[in-house]
């Protein structure tokens, strides 16, 4: 089955650094890359994916990089703020139909 | 985006009785559901795949006539976890996924049993 590993699993910036999490996963066959946001007691949220078929995905001030020969894709987060903070995960959808789900990122942005 | 429910959000049990967990998708018919465990401040762990009509499929270590898993529609899936147990205290999150591989959470559950 599939592993993916993520790092670090704990984060802390300064309000307006930038912020980046990593992750690698093992099943080269995997194909889709979502990164969800979860506030404490509540549902992750998806805030951004990427497909095998693409190396970077932008959205305002949050990006995706996916590098298929490596097996690794990262979060990048510009310009962070106080409501940035939470938890973060990172998964991969292989063949088997399944999603596995990275140990998390805990997020605290500074003010 | 996509509606996911479920129902309860809390629940609290005595040991040896049974819990049942229901999830449903509200604007969108889900071509599969998962089920997932999550611990205190961890990340989501992946319990089992529910497609509609079929028997779900459990991951490794996952007991499933502990855990049983209904998928009646393409809106509606069913966790009951049986003769539940302290350790089995935790929140409980359903997902639904429709056909772009997006998967949308429900609210979870949180389960204790004393």
């Known amino acids: 089955g599939e592993n993916v590993e993520q790092h670090p699993s704990t984060l802390s910036v300064q309000e307006g650094d930038s912020a980046v999490i990593k992750c690698t996963y093992s099943?080269?066959?995997?194909?889709?890359f979502p990164w969800y946001k979860q506030e404490l007691g509540k549902r992750p949220q998806l805030i951004i994916d990427?497909?095998?078929?693409?190396g970077e995905k932008k959205d305002q001030r949050i990006a995706v990089t996916l590098n298929k020969t490596a097996k690794h894709f990262s979060l990048h987060i510009t310009e962070t703020q106080p409501e940035d903070s939470a938890v973060y995960f990172c998964?991969?959808?292989?063949?088997?139909?399944?999603?596995?789900f990275g140990t998390g990122t805990s997020l605290t942005v500074i003010p | 985006g996509a509606v996911v429910s479920q129902h309860p959000s809390r629940v609290i049990c005595k040991s040896g009785t049974s819990v049942k967990i229901e999830c449903r998708s509200l604007?969108?018919?889900?071509?599969?559901m998962f089920w997932y465990r999550q611990f205190p401040k961890k990340s989501l762990m992946l319990m089992a795949t529910?497609?509609?009509?079929?028997?779900?499929?459990?991951e490794q270590g996952v007991e499933k006539d502990k855990f049983l898993i209904n998928h009646a529609s393409l809106t509606l899936s069913t966790l009951t976890v049986t003769s539940a147990h302290p350790e089995d205290s935790s929140f409980y999150i359903c997902?639904?996924?429709?056909?772009?591989?997006?998967?949308?959470f429900g609210p979870g559950t949180r389960l204790t049993v004393t």
């Open positions: 529910s497609n509609e009509g079929s028997k779900a499929t459990y």
């Open positions: 990427i497909r095998s078929n693409v």
């Open positions: 099943d080269s066959a995997s194909n889709y």
């Open positions: 998964a991969a959808f292989n063949t088997g139909n399944q999603f596995y």
């Open positions: 604007d969108f018919q889900a071509t599969t």
């Open positions: 997902s639904a996924r429709v056909q772009s591989r997006e998967q949308y």
